[in-house]
């Protein structure tokens, strides 16, 4: 029994996400836990780059809202208390309030990107060079469009990619 009950503590702690993320990420986040769970909607579960400009890894993980299931991105600062939630709830330029389209994404650590601009009608108007000066977030449906979650040094802003 108690080799039963220490294989159940191992395989717990494995699968555990407070096991991958870096420590201090998965103690910032139990202030998040009582409206937020961890989610798995996109694989990675969770990235890192220096998002701030800072020179220190910040922590983004994919979290569903408990009260709807609304899905999204919460961004934690390395080196402040400051965070940002993404969707899950909270609208977020064209991605939403809900990202639960996306299937996809990754660090944007391209220098320029090229955003997609519309109409007053919501019709595709052109695309304007955008310059970046540090990593933003990729975030899209696998085989459509999407967006970068990025960090100008004062906001975070949406670059919309694709249609």
Avoid: C
């Avoid at 717990?12 to 989610?39: D, I, N, R």
């Avoid at 220098?111 to 310059?131: C, R, W």
Wanted: no cysteine; charged share 30%.
């Amino acid at each position: 029994m108690k080799r039963f009950i220490t294989l159940i503590l191992v395989l717990t702690s494995v699968t555990s996400w407070s096991q991958t993320l870096p420590s201090w990420a998965a103690e910032k986040f139990k202030a998040y836990s009582g409206k937020y769970v961890l989610s798995s909607y996109v694989k990675p579960q969770f990235l890192e780059a220096d998002l701030s400009g800072d020179k220190k890894p910040d922590v983004a993980i994919v979290i569903e809202r408990r009260v709807d299931k609304k899905k999204g991105i919460l961004i934690l600062f390395a080196s402040t208390d400051k965070a940002f939630i993404a969707g899950a709830g909270d609208k977020f330029g064209k991605g939403g309030d809900d990202f639960e389209w996306a299937n996809t994404w990754s660090i944007f650590k391209e220098k320029t990107t090229f955003e997609t601009t519309f109409k007053p009608n919501g019709d595709v108007d052109s695309a304007k060079e955008v310059k970046l000066e540090r990593p933003g977030i990729e975030i899209k449906e696998e085989e459509g469009a999407g967006g970068i979650i990025y960090f100008n040094g004062k906001e975070f802003i949406w670059i919309h990619q694709g249609d």
